[in-house]
């Protein structure tokens, strides 16, 4: 099998792991380093904010995990050397994984408990950092997920969104390696949509894989159908992401619940192509969907779903139940994914300030301990779905 095949091979065998960096995360020391955890950990795709600087920061990292390929297999890690899929996310419209918070910090009251920066996943609220030196959203850290909006006490916070201009980048995307392209879209958005497909579709031939990012609403199987309909034929393959509670899947397990409900939902509508879970994702989900039946078995379909009250998230409104569901194809992690990682990625800031004489940046890779840490963190995660089908064959 060629390394290209690798990731495409994976959501036919329903191991697919996708690590979501963030729509608009733009931290690009952040963006390297978890691109390189997460590749040697196994990982089948890489999903970057559409910004040249965000794109080329992910190339490095996967570049170097291909050098590390052999000292990673020594340490009994499964990777081969192949490279994920890099891909990128574009937006249609208002989305909430397209924004940042913003606040003046001159304007926060002295006595202020500061609860912003306490709740805040990506350590992107800060005041009076010498890290920094600065106070107030480091904007390239901001991922938007909108915990500090509600949280603060003044109602100081607010957020500022963009959405992506068709004509300006697609071909800016589409010149600069990227292996597949996602669409948050919205049910509602169809001519919003069109307008985007239309400015990607002349570069369309070249994707690995499109994917297709919706969130739930009424209508929202039929909408789903009319985008195909557009879209269709593909030469790429083509995935459905159910984003289940979006940018929440470090908050606690019953996150993910809102995600398998939406991937049941989406598999019952029957779509051409493959359904990966999104949003609410963590260290519960694949578990979840083994003790459902929603996971494809070595060499088979779906599992039995063992015993009935977990077969179904909630069977008063579950759509389909899982053993007339086709399997689910893979996950994507976002911020469970990334914090994950974060004491070690924090390390490795504080290791640069402490040695800020001598240079400005310690790549992951340039510390042993910790590059294997991080790897040891990620493939936990990754693990989980791609070792369900061997341990399902040796049975």
């Not at 589409?174 to 292996?179: C, F, I, N």
Request: charged share 20%; hydrophobic share 40%; aromatic share 6%.
């Amino acid at each position: 099998m060629t390394d290209l095949l690798v990731p495409l091979q994976s959501l036919k065998q329903g191991n697919w792991f996708k690590l979501i960096c963030g729509a608009s995360f733009q931290h690009l020391p952040a963006v390297r380093n978890l691109t390189l955890a997460y590749t040697l950990a196994g990982a089948d795709c890489i999903d970057v904010a559409a910004d040249p600087a965000v794109i080329a920061a992910a190339q490095s990292g996967l570049q170097v995990a291909k050098t590390l390929a052999k000292d990673a297999q020594k340490r009994g890690f499964d990777y081969k050397g192949n490279l994920p899929f890099l891909m990128v996310s574009l937006n249609d419209g208002e989305d909430p994984h397209f924004r940042k918070a913003e606040f003046n910090p001159n304007e926060c009251p002295k006595d202020c408990p500061r609860p912003c920066e306490r709740i805040c996943p990506a350590q992107a609220i800060v005041f009076d950092s010498i890290k920094e030196d600065f106070s107030g959203v480091v904007s390239e850290k901001c991922y938007g997920c909108g915990r500090c909006l509600p949280i603060c006490p003044y109602d100081k916070i607010y957020t500022a969104s963009y959405v992506t201009t068709p004509g300006a980048i697609a071909p800016l995307v589409m010149s600069t390696g990227v292996d597949a392209v996602e669409i948050h879209t919205q049910v509602g958005r169809l001519a919003e949509f069109e307008r985007l497909w239309q400015a990607i579709s002349p570069w369309a031939d070249r994707l690995k894989v499109l994917a297709i990012s919706c969130p739930d609403g009424d209508g929202m199987t039929d909408y789903l159908r009319t985008v195909y309909e557009l879209i269709a034929p593909l030469k790429s393959a083509l995935i459905w992401q159910t984003d289940g509670r979006s940018m929440s899947g470090d908050i606690g397990d019953g996150t993910t619940i809102a995600a398998v409900k939406l991937g049941q939902k989406v598999l019952a509508a029957k779509l051409p192509g493959y359904v990966q879970l999104a949003g609410g994702t963590n260290s519960y989900t694949v578990a979840k969907l083994k003790a459902m039946g929603l996971l494809k078995r070595a060499g088979g379909a779906g599992g039995d779903g063992g015993a009935g009250e977990d077969r179904e998230v909630n069977s008063s409104s579950s759509p389909s139940s899982p053993s007339s569901s086709p399997p689910i194809a893979g996950v994507a992690y976002g911020s469970y994914a990334r914090v994950l990682l974060s004491p070690i990625l924090e390390k490795l800031e504080n290791k640069e300030v402490s040695n800020a004489n001598m240079k400005a940046t310690i790549r992951l890779e340039e510390d042993e301990v910790l590059l294997w840490q991080a790897v040891e963190l990620a493939h936990s995660l990754v693990s989980q779905i791609k070792s369900w089908q061997r341990r399902e064959s040796e049975h």
